[in-house]
């Protein structure tokens, strides 16, 4: 789909969001090593590998969305759903996650990523949709800030949990909220979760 990104005072530019592929792993990578290697956004010690992040991809791809935001031809931002939880039961809820390039934060493309990705997980089926964020009870913390949880807030997400101190990095402990956000009615008989490929045009 295209949408238009927002630039302040400068003319609009066109933003295109696309289905991923193995092939982005080294863009996307791009993005997501800074939030590995400098910030506690990710618990992840060590920014992985090029092939490890194009298997992270191709493991996603048959179930459920990850998408790519460009503008210009210049990757900006993606975004991607997986399992909430690998029981059966548990179909119907995916768990989101967004980065975006540092540069382009700000001009709309984490609500556009999540707009595309919300309206291919409901024809999907899925009805609840969670982000799991870390979090900081620190203003001046160096590594984290609560900008995220502000953003899944105004894209109508509310926070159901909270996991204290749990995660440990930059010789630091920080907690991990639960935000989730109703993406459909809950039927009573729910049609199974259908391919990601099934969703896009």
Not at 32 to 61: G, H, K, M, N, W
Not at 90 to 111: L, M
Not at 145 to 157: A, C, L, Q
Request: proline share 5%.
């Amino acid at each position: 789909c295209v949408v238009l990104c927002e630039e302040g005072e400068t003319p609009m530019k066109k933003m295109t969001i696309r289905s991923a592929t193995p092939e982005d792993a080294e863009g996307l990578l791009a993005i997501y090593a800074p939030y590995v290697a400098d910030t506690a956004v990710s618990f992840e010690y060590s920014v992985p590998t090029a092939e490890e992040f194009a298997q992270r991809i191709r493991d996603r791809l048959g179930t459920y969305p990850w998408l790519v935001a460009e503008v210009e031809g210049t990757v900006v931002g993606y975004a991607y759903a997986s399992a909430f939880h690998p029981r059966e039961a548990y179909q119907w809820a995916a768990e989101a996650s967004v980065y975006i390039r540092a540069e382009w934060k700000g001009k709309g493309i984490g609500k556009a990523l999540y707009g595309e990705l919300e309206e291919r997980l409901r024809k999907q089926n899925v009805v609840l949709l969670y982000a799991c964020i870390a979090c900081t009870d620190r203003e001046d913390d160096p590594y984290l800030t609560n900008d995220s949880i502000r953003f899944h807030e105004h894209m109508g997400y509310v926070c159901v949990g909270e996991f204290k101190k749990c995660g440990y990095k930059f010789d630091r402990w920080y907690s991990m909220k639960w935000l989730e956000k109703q993406l459909a009615p809950r039927p009573d008989h729910p049609e199974r979760l259908r391919p990601a490929a099934l969703t896009e045009e």
